[in-house]
Structures are given as structure tokens and as C-alpha cells.
């Protein structure tokens, strides 16, 4: 009897263990086939002016960049991948936006890159990113950074040649035919020149005066005074801040009563800063961020920019920025290109310039093999600064 109960005890033990076994063996497979559900995330890289002069224009840039980052990770990232995102800081410096680049591809080995903020630093940057086969999705306006095509870079903001042309149709509109232009030193602002010079005879338009500034500069007084001598009936400045709140300011100081169309570099709420009191009335071609409850129900772009700029007020606590705009639309591009083509840079390539009917904060989007910009004038509304608001004056 007893030799029979330690036989069924043994018998009970042996099979309690097995089945511990068995638990303990299930529940490592399951941890294991968990491990193996996490993937990797798909490392991009971005390249903005956070500090130094562009800095107004820059720190929106990371900021939305991060915040859509963060969106789409929480949302569960792209194809169950989440998104790692690198920030360099340029500072608005070729050198160092070059050397960003470079750590960005060769040590951080990002699929893509989105930046730069200003022109200079991405023409700086372009043969690199083509040399490197990597996607460069580039938030700088001058049309040098899509004309000739690069194969491997794509911009988001509008060209300044549209801002031109949006320009010279209000001009028209208003009866202007005779203006002085003034300029930035700096690529932007010779590109805005380049684009001025070709276009404005063809539309009529007398260029009575042409005038520059440097960067650091702090008065405009003698250029504007000489332009004050011309038949001038207005005065277009392109660049970006602090140098047009300047003239802006020097041309109220000389009571110069013309008026001042600045270019779409200055849309942004730092300029009205600057500006003061002498920013009342000055005009810019603009996209419609900045306008975007004005725009009658049923736009295409009205309700995806009220939610973005609900979005980045309410984590920043600060007005939202043309320029915060360029990134969003280059993060979402880049990740719709993600999500098509996978961890492959050629392919990430390939479906960013097939990329169709993206309805951005600058426009809708339709890149091609032939055009890495995407957009036309019809992206640009005129806006005028009324009160020390952006006001809606013509589609």
C-alpha cells in the first residue's frame, strides 16, 4: 500500500513539473514572439537654423517637426515602426549645415533628411544628399533648390518666383507700374532679385531703383533715401528678419508714404514684432496659414490648418508660423513616403515625387519627375497687416 501511494506521489510531482515546464516554456515563446513584434524605427534626420539670425524662422520648424513626430508615434508610428527624428542645428551657417549633413548620413545612417531653413544652407548641402543617394525634403524657398532637378531633393515652401508673379498681380491691379526694389545680401534675397529682374519687364513693371542691405545691418536710411528721390510709386524688400522690419521702420521714419511689399520670408508673427507700429498697412504675398479662419468653408486647405495651428498653439503656447508650416508639410510628405516605400531609400525617393494631391499648409502638392516643388502661384493669397494682424486681401 505504501510502496503504491509514493509511486502515485512521485507520478503526481513528475507531472506537475511537466506541466511547469510547459507553462514556463509557453510563456517564453510569447515573451519572445513579443520581442520579435517590436521593429525598428525608421531614423530620419533634420537640419534646422534653431539658433543664430534664422532662428525665428527655425525654432517653429523643429518644434512642428517634433510635434508631428510625436503625433505619429503615438499614434502607433508608420507600419508599426516608430519614428526617431535627429535635430542638427546650423545656425543658419553653410559650413555647419553641411557638416550636419554629413553626421546625419554617414553616422546617424538616416533614410532622409528634411531641411534646411534658409536657401544658402540647402544649395550648400544638395550635391551631398545626391551624392549620398539619401532624400532631402528641403523647407527653403529660392527656386535654385529645384531648378535643374536634383533627383534627390524636393522642396516645401512656394518659390519665390511665385511670389513674384503674385506680386506683380496685385501691382497691376493697382495701377503700379514703377517700383524700387531693395534686398538682402544673402541667397534668399538675391534670388527674390534674379526673379524680379526677369519678370517685371514682362508685366510692365519700371524698376526705377535697386538697392541692397547686408545681414547685420541696421539702417536702411541712405538706400531708402535714395529711392525716396525716385518716381517710385512703391518698394518691395526681400529678405527675411530682422533686415525688412528695418526698412519698414526707416521707411515710416522718412514718412514715405509708397507702399511696402515685403516678400513671403517675413510671415511670420517676429516680423510684427519688429516691425512695431511701422508694420500697419505693409502688404506680402503669404500662404494661408496665417489667414486660415478667413477662408471660406469648403477650402481645400481651411480645415487641415486650423487643426495644425490648434495643434501647435496649444503645445507651444505661441502663435503659429509660416515657417513651422514648411516642416509639417515636409514631415508628412516624407512619412506618406515611409509608409509606401519602406525602409528603402530609392524607394522613399521614387514616392515622394509621386506623390499627388497632398493638401499641405502651402498648397496642394503634386511633385513629379520633372518638378520636385510641386506648387504654382495659385498657393500664394495677398495679405496685408492691419492692426498687428494678418488680414485676407485677395485669393
Not at 45 to 71: C, D, N, S
Amino acid at each position: 500500500m505504501k510502496s503504491r501511494l509514493r509511486m502515485l506521489c512521485s507520478l503526481a510531482i513528475i507531472t506537475g513539473l511537466a506541466m511547469a515546464a510547459g507553462l514556463l516554456a509557453g510563456c517564453s515563446q510569447a515573451k519572445k514572439e513579443k520581442v520579435e513584434e517590436v521593429k525598428e524605427p525608421y531614423k530620419i534626420g533634420a537640419i534646422f537654423a534653431v539658433t543664430g539670425r534664422a532662428a525665428p524662422l527655425g525654432e517653429p520648424e523643429k518644434e512642428t517637426a517634433e510635434m508631428l513626430v510625436a503625433q505619429i508615434n503615438e499614434a502607433g508610428g508608420i507600419n508599426g515602426h516608430k519614428l526617431e527624428l535627429i535635430v542638427e542645428d546650423d545656425e543658419g551657417d553653410e559650413t555647419k549645415s553641411l557638416m550636419a549633413a554629413k553626421k546625419l548620413i554617414e553616422k546617424d545612417q538616416v533614410l532622409a533628411v528634411v531641411g534646411t531653413t534658409t536657401s544658402g544652407t540647402t544649395l550648400a548641402i544638395m550635391k551631398t544628399f545626391e551624392e549620398a543617394q539619401t532624400p532631402l525634403v528641403s523647407c527653403a524657398a529660392s527656386v535654385k533648390i529645384v531648378e535643374p532637378v536634383n533627383p534627390w531633393v524636393f522642396k516645401t515652401p512656394q518659390s519665390d518666383r511665385d511670389a513674384v508673379l503674385k506680386i506683380l498681380e496685385y501691382l497691376e491691379a493697382q495701377g503700379i507700374n514703377k517700383i524700387a526694389f531693395i534686398n538682402d545680401s544673402n541667397a534668399y534675397g538675391v534670388s527674390g532679385k534674379i526673379e524680379i529682374e526677369a519678370l517685371a519687364p514682362q508685366r510692365g513693371v519700371e524698376i526705377v531703383a535697386k538697392e541692397t542691405f547686408g545681414g547685420e545691418d541696421t539702417d536702411m536710411t541712405p538706400q531708402l533715401t535714395r529711392i525716396k528721390g525716385t518716381k517710385a510709386q512703391a518698394v518691395i524688400c526681400w529678405g527675411t528678419n530682422p533686415g525688412p522690419a528695418i526698412v519698414a521702420r526707416n521707411m515710416k521714419q522718412l514718412k514715405m508714404s509708397i507702399p511696402l511689399i515685403q516678400s513671403h520670408g517675413v510671415a511670420n508673427a517676429k516680423f510684427v514684432e519688429l516691425a512695431g507700429d511701422a508694420a500697419e498697412g505693409v502688404l506680402l504675398p503669404s500662404g494661408r496659414l496665417i489667414v486660415a479662419e478667413q477662408l471660406p468653408d469648403g477650402h481645400p486647405q481651411k480645415q487641415m490648418l486650423i487643426d495644425y495651428k490648434t495643434a501647435y498653439t496649444g503645445k507651444y503656447n505661441k502663435p503659429v508660423s509660416t515657417f513651422g508650416g514648411h516642416a509639417y508639410d515636409a514631415i508628412k510628405i516624407l512619412a506618406g513616403a515611409l509608409e509606401r516605400g519602406g525602409a528603402d531609400k530609392a524607394k522613399i525617393r521614387d514616392e515622394i515625387e509621386n506623390t499627388k494631391n497632398f493638401v499641405g499648409t502651402a498648397g496642394v502638392f503634386n511633385y513629379s519627375p520633372e518638378d520636385h516643388y510641386g506648387l504654382d502661384v495659385s498657393a500664394f493669397s495677398m495679405v496685408e497687416i492691419k492692426g498687428g494682424q494678418w488680414q485676407l486681401v485677395s485669393e
